[in-house]
Structures are given as structure tokens and as C-alpha cells.
């Protein structure tokens, strides 16, 4: 059974720094896409970044390029989206998703089946 929780949200002040973290089980890391998606109050999810089975293809949506970095360990099976550099606009519910795929990780939420339970950021000052 995929199961997928994430941790480490919180208040942070604009220009802070936060690291989420996605405890995976019940699968392999080597196998399964991850991918980091956010809703905003009122707003569509919206994807943040990925990265593939391999960890050799990595996305990030041209709003966090440059200030958010997506890393794993298979070991840990835990993938952390590290986040510098928080703007307000980056407040939001944040959830990591899975998906069993080869190749170039999943951008869009309509391609992954399984998701964790979401973790709350709000950046303010």
C-alpha cells in the first residue's frame, strides 16, 4: 500500500527558509515519480517540482526556479523539497504525490494516483 506523508511546514517570515520533507512506504523510490504540487486558498494546485524514478530528471515551475530544490534519499525513502527565499505568495497547502513511471517525472496532478495528506506553509511576516 503507497502511503506518502509529509512534514515540516510552518510560519515562516518572507525570504525564510523551509524543508519539507515526504516519508515514503509500501514502495520503492526507484520505481515511483514524486512530484510536489500546492493550493492555495481559492486557488488551482499547482505543480511546484519532481523528480523522476531515476532522480536523473528533475523539474521546478518557473516560479520557484532558482529558490526551491528537490532532492531524495532512497535509504531514508524520503524526498525533500528545500524552499529559500519564501515569498507570501508561497503560502499554501503543500503535498507530495507518487506515481509508478520510467523516464521524465509527471508535472501536471492528473498523472499522479497517489498523494499524501498535505502540510501547511504560510510565509508572513
Known amino acids: 500500500q503507497v502511503q506518502l506523508v509529509e512534514s515540516g511546514g510552518g510560519l515562516v517570515e518572507p525570504g525564510g527558509s523551509l524543508r519539507l520533507s515526504c516519508a515514503a512506504s509500501g514502495f520503492t523510490l526507484d520505481y515511483y515519480a514524486i512530484g510536489w504540487f500546492r493550493q492555495a486558498p481559492g486557488k488551482e494546485r499547482e505543480g511546484v517540482s519532481c523528480?523522476?524514478?531515476?532522480?536523473?530528471?528533475?523539474y521546478y515551475a518557473e516560479s520557484v526556479k532558482g529558490r526551491f530544490t528537490i532532492s531524495r534519499d532512497t535509504a531514508k525513502k524520503t524526498v525533500y523539497l528545500q524552499m529559500n527565499s519564501r515569498k507570501p505568495e508561497d503560502t499554501a497547502v503543500y503535498y507530495c504525490?507518487?506515481?509508478?513511471?520510467?523516464?521524465?517525472?509527471?508535472?501536471?496532478?492528473?498523472?499522479?494516483?497517489?498523494w499524501g495528506q498535505g502540510t501547511q506553509v504560510t510565509v508572513s511576516s
Open positions: 523528480i523522476s524514478s531515476s532522480g536523473g530528471n528533475i
Open positions: 504525490a507518487a506515481e509508478p513511471r520510467p523516464g521524465r517525472c509527471p508535472k501536471t496532478q492528473y498523472e499522479y494516483r497517489s
